[in-house]
């Protein structure tokens, strides 16, 4: 499972060899560790057109809480362009005059992030423009290099947006490339009551989250993760499976739920398991059973569509009309790049994971306006598990390398992602599709 070629990459004769080459040189990307939570550098705040959000106001942004300088940087950790005042092409010049001179003094694992603005129907210079946002935010990501990442953030309001930055500014974000994410208004009723004063290391204490198929993979590292953030967590998978789930959830002092989530009443099950309520529902446990669409029997269809698609609508529908899912709580549910691109073999995981892609998009407004929660989806690119390890060799090596930073991602980078759409101070982030794929080549 390990990448040999990356850590070959890493050593002298790695890199000069594969430089000959003309190789991928993928950089060893800095991800959180508690010794090491944030990156190391300044943050450098630059500005093209007039921008209302504030920023260059230094109280503004201490009461932030984004530690962004205006003063020169020789090697900024992260850079962060507020271009949310660009309305015609004349001022998106001010986007390449104010990167041009620091992109390339931008520090290994480092972040660029611009703010765009929403765009406006009835102005077709301005979203020209802001959307020329979008193409020059990609095109960057592609060729800057060094495990850096670049990201847009569409945003209206730079308070709602502060565990957005807070995520994307930091090593939690490494392997999250290539994005575009809107971050709205948050309503300002859609707090939980119950919640204790927020702490940015632990946001998650005094809630609950349960994870479907956390006994390993991805679902251990997000349940995982949760914890870490001071949730008490629910370890959800088959009974087959229930020795891990117990195992996991034991390490991380939370319970587990044998439980298949196909089974027409999980809804009401989960319900009974949590009288107290629950905050967070995330919706990983998903299987593949790959064949051409000329070879698949029915089965093969309908098992991939119940596990990954119908039990996610029938229980994330019985979780809100139970009230089980409280004010402030928040759905993140799984899609991948299959769903999105589309994969020979996998028509029907691709149709399950497009399918989420739907049920985010249209039930975000309705969830958060009649309940108060977020609803959002994760898209994984290619990620060292068990499933991907199992992946022919050089099909594998060809996932892997595909993308802007040249390796897979891990569990915890999707992990770290759930974390920053779980956290209380994300709910101006809803119906959007993160892909965590280190920007892949596929359906971008
Ligand atoms: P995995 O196979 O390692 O783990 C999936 C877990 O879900 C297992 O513990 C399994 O027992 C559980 N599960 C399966 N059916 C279930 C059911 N009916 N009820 C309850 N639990 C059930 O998979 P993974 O690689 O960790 O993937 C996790 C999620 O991420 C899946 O939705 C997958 O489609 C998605 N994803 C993974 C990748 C990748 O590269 N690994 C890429 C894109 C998307």
Known sequence: MADRYLSFTGTAPGRLLTRRLGLPQPAALQRWTPEQPSLKGDRLLLTAGKSDLGLTDADARTALGLDLTTAPSEKPAAVVLDATGVRDVETLAEV?????????????????????????????????????????????????????????????????????????????????????????????????????????????????????????????????????????VVVLDVPQAEQDARRVADRLGGTALALDITAPDAGTRIAAALPDGLDVLVHNAGITRDRRLVNMPAERWSSVLDVNLASVLRTTDALLESGTLRRGGRVVATASIAGLAGNAGQTNYGASKAGIVGLVRALAPRALAEHGVTVNAVAPGFVETKMTAAIPLFIREAGRRMNSLAQGGLPIDVAETTAWLADPGSSGVNGQVVRVCGQSLLGA
């Open 96 to 232: 390449h005059a104010a990167l041009h001179p620091v992109v390339r003094s931008v520090a290994e694992s480092g972040r660029v992030v611009v703010l765009g603005a929403p765009l406006d129907p009835a102005d077709h210079h301005q979203a020209a423009v802001q959307q020329a946002l979008e193409g020059f935010t990609r095109s960057l990501g592609k060729e800057i290099g060094h495990g850096r990442t670049v990201n847009l953030v569409r945003l209206t309001d730079a308070h709602a947006a502060e565990s957005t930055l807070r995520f994307l500014l930091s090593p939690r974000s490494a392997y999250v490339s290539g994005q575009v994410i809107e971050v709205g208004s948050a309503p300002a009723d859609v707090t939980a009551p119950h919640d204790p004063p927020h702490d940015p290391d632990r946001p998650l204490t005094g809630r609950t989250a349960l994870v479907t198929g956390a006994a390993r993979g991805i679902g251990e590292a997000v349940a995982e993760t949760l914890a870490r953030d001071g949730a008490r």
